[in-house]
Each structure stands twice: as C-alpha cells, then as structure tokens.
C-alpha cells in the first residue's frame, strides 16, 4: 500500500508529532509513505526515515496553486490513498487534488470550532472519509452536517518513551531560569486566544499569595505572546512567569512540573495533557472539546468550567496542598495512556480506514 501524507504545518506542534508517529508505525507494517509538506518545516527532517518526503510551497488557505502541486506529486508518486493531516488549506485543495486524480482522500479534523455549513458540505465532500481525533469533534462535524457514514474516531496518540524521565530538578531551574526551590506550573499550547492563558494570569496573583514558590512556564509560541506579556507586567508578574518557546528539550522539563494547566477555551483533544499523563504529571484543563477525553476529571487531573480564573485557582491549588492527591492523579495519568492513547492503536486504526476504502 502506498499513501501520500499532506502535512502543512511548519513547525513540529502536537498535530505534526501524531504525523510522525503516524508514519513511523504505518514503515513498520510495511505502508510505503510519502510526506508533501512545506519547504523549511521541521516535520521534513524528523519524517525522512519513514517517509520519502516531498517538500514543496505550500501558502495557506488562498494558494489556489496548491491543487496543481499536490495533483502532479500525486501522478508521480501514485498513491493508493491520499491522506490529508491538516488546514491551511491543504484539506481543500489537497482533496481537490485527490479528486481529480481519482484517488481516495482520508482528510483528520483535529480542531473542534464549528464551521459554517456550507464550508462542510463543500470541503468534506471531497474526503472519502473524515477521521476525528476525539468523539468530541466528531459530534461538531456530524452537527455541522457531515454525513455520518464518512465518519471514523481514531484518538490522537503518545510515545511515552520521550516523558517517562526522572526529574533533575537542579539542572531544569537553572535551564529555565529560576529558583532551584521553585514549584513549577506549565501550560504547553500556542499562544493563541483560544488556549486561555490570560485566565491562569489572572488567576496567578492569589495563587501566590498562597505559594510563594510558585513559577509559571508558558511553553510555545504564538501571535498573542505580546498581549500575554503586557497583561504579566501589568499584573507585576514578570519574576514568575517564563516564556520558554518551543523548545526541544521540554521532555526533560516536563517531569519536573507539579502541574500542567490547559485553560482552553476551545480543544480538539490536546497532545500536551496526553504528555503530561505519560510523564506522572497530574493537570487541571478545562471541561471543553476533547478535553474530558484525555483528562478524566479525578482520575488523571480535574476539570474546570472554561474561563473561570476562579475556579482554575482553586483546583490548582488542590493538587498543590495534596501531595497524596498528586500522586494519585500521576500515576492515573499513566494507566490511562496505556489503555487508551497508544501509538500501535492508533496507527492500526487509522490503516483500518485506508483498508476500507481500498476494499
């Protein structure tokens, strides 16, 4: 079986990582994969041992000439499937494409905003199948009236392997920059507005009123970095807050974390909690999208309305001032991951749907 793999995110954020475990799973059951994705995107290097990889200019959702790119690379590679993993134009133009090549596209939906009816209608008619990383957003595009017999879940995944880490405390302060006593909250999403970091900021100044060891990392990187910044000056927050970027070695940070925070106000699933779980780390997330999927309120984390700084303050502070309950939710977090999120179900479920359409 040959598959073409569309993938035109630039940088290796969560969606591209599940690309990647993807098609190393796919190398290994003997798929032959090939990857287009966007000239100078890191996915290229980190692909190539399990893909032949195609990179080409990919410009978002206007680049019209995408169709002619993506349906020459389709004549030359002759793909039996054509699975397209992300926006930016690709799912449409990369199913035009398809189409007119008369081979079958598999788009993944890994957001969970709605989209206008007829965006659905037009888009999705041009996949073959649609997979949904969560229930969650599988019941938004049914809503938005993708017929449901294109619809299959295969949940997003995680290779513990990278996070199952000791802590060294000392060396990941003096990394990040602060007090080697420092208790450490991190949120690991783009800064964008609908992942809420600006309702933890709020929520940072009586936290530390009542744990003055307290850090907070913001990990990733984004267009609302500037605003994010402005609101912790203003607030005098500048000492406890760390703006780390994307960074290579957050799996060594990670396990260092008391908590991970996700105050989404919109999720598809969200790759960092499954992260987080693999690394004994217990989270408080919002109850949105996908979230309640991956973090099962007292089992792995608990659960808060979304923009609510208060009630995010107090369940931060629970696991905080419960060592026992930390560590039950850590070890949950790991059970969990096991049993629900492995890489082998998820590649096996997403061949089940490429062995579907090829009969």
Not at 75 to 84: E, G, K, N, Q, T
Not at 306 to 328: E, H, S
Not at 345 to 350: E, P
């Amino acid at each position: 079986m040959r598959v073409l793999h569309v993938e035109a995110g630039r940088h290796l954020y969560g969606g591209a990582q599940q690309v990647v475990y993807l098609l190393r799973g796919l190398a290994a059951l003997g798929v032959s994969n090939q990857l287009a994705c966007p000239l100078g995107s890191a996915i290229a290097g980190v692909a190539a041992p399990f893909a032949e990889v195609h990179a080409i200019p990919m410009r978002g959702d206007l680049d019209l000439t995408l169709v002619i790119r993506l349906r020459r690379l389709i004549r030359r590679c002759r793909p039996d499937i054509v699975h397209l993993h992300s926006r930016a134009g690709a799912d449409l133009f990369g199913g035009l494409a398809a189409r007119l090549s008369r081979v079958p596209a598999v788009g993944s939906r890994r957001v969970d905003n709605p989209e206008p009816r007829w965006v659905v209608a037009t888009k999705y008619r041009l996949h073959d199948r649609v997979v949904a990383i969560s229930d969650a957003i599988g019941r938004v595009l049914v809503a938005g009236g993708l017929p449901p017999d294109k619809l299959r879940v295969v949940r997003s995944a995680i290779d513990c392997r990278r996070f199952e880490q000791p802590c060294e405390r000392t060396r990941v302060c003096a990394i990040l920059g602060v007090p080697a006593h420092s208790r450490l909250l991190g949120v690991a999403a783009q800064l964008i507005p609908r992942k809420g970091h600006r309702f933890l900021i709020e929520a940072l100044p009586g936290l530390i009123a009542e744990l003055p060891d307290l850090r907070v990392v913001l990990f990733g990187k984004g267009p609302e970095e500037a605003a994010l910044r402005t609101q912790v000056a203003a607030a005098g927050l500048e000492a406890r807050v760390v703006f780390a970027g994307f960074r290579d070695d957050f799996p060594e940070i990670l396990p260092c974390l008391e908590l991970l925070v996700h105050p989404a106000l919109m999720e598809g699933l969200g790759v960092s909690l499954l992260e987080a779980s693999c690394a004994g780390v217990p989270i408080v997330a919002s109850a949105v999208g996908g979230i309640p999927e991956a973090v099962r309120d007292g089992v792995n984390g608990l659960l808060v309305p979304p923009g609510d700084a208060a009630a995010l303050a107090a369940a931060i502070k629970q696991p905080l001032a419960d060592p026992a309950l930390a560590g039950r939710l850590g070890q949950g977090g790991r059970r969990l991951v096991q049993d629900a999120f492995s890489v082998e179900t998820m590649v096996a479920g997403n061949l089940a749907v490429y062995r579907e359409l090829l009969g």
